[in-house]
């Protein structure tokens, strides 16, 4: 862990629906110097974390009311907020952290947690951001569970939203076959490549149909990119 101190107050974005973890991170990021904001659903995150530049680093539980909190990440990545993510949760199996990371998330911790730790990693996490790609005009809506182009629509099913939010989520990078499957299916399903190909054909026939300059160009036995046009 990085040990240099933060040069800057931080704004910690917060998607948490537990009260009292709301009031320790409020209480802990106050008396670091920081301005939390907070969201207690992932539905709440996505509308007011989106599109809000002076976001430095997320912290998103995993158990939301309404939907996952990594789904919540790769939601927030496919609108462009770009800033590092960690997962606060209750499930600490190697496959629940493992999949934390390939949602986007930078770091993991399992409650309850050392409130000096949390903070510690938090302001880690600000000095290690990198700004990811956007392709302009693309959002997707988790409320309706849509992929958007200005005011059309299309309503996805949660795989294909899934799939759509882990390519928009990399645009411009290769995304492989494999992380896809871990993206768009729970562990352990069994997903063949042809079922893969069939649902990014779906995702295919959505960006065309909306309109999108964005394109998504296949890498043969690899994975996919998605490309702006």
Known sequence: ??????????????????????????ECLAEAGHTAVFARSGAQAVRTFSEDDRIDVLVLDVGLPDMD???????????????????????GQVHDIVQGFAAGGLDYMVKPFAVAELLARIEALARRSEPA???????????????????????????????????LGHAGMLVRRSDLVNAAWVPGARVNGNTLDTYVHRIRRHLTELGAEASLHTVRGVGYILKAG
């Open 1 to 26: 862990m990085d040990d240099a101190a933060p040069t800057r107050s931080l704004v910690v974005a917060c998607c948490e629906d537990d009260p009292a973890i709301t009031r320790l991170l409020d």
């Open 69 to 91: 909190g990594r789904d919540v990440c790769r939601v927030l990545r496919a609108n462009g907020q770009d800033a590092p993510a960690m997962f606060l949760s209750a499930l």
């Open 133 to 167: 790609a956007q392709i302009e005009g693309l959002r997707l809506d988790p409320q309706r569970f849509a992929l958007c182009k200005g005011d059309d629509v299309r309503v996805l099913t949660p795989t294909e939203f899934r799939l759509a939010a882990e390519l």
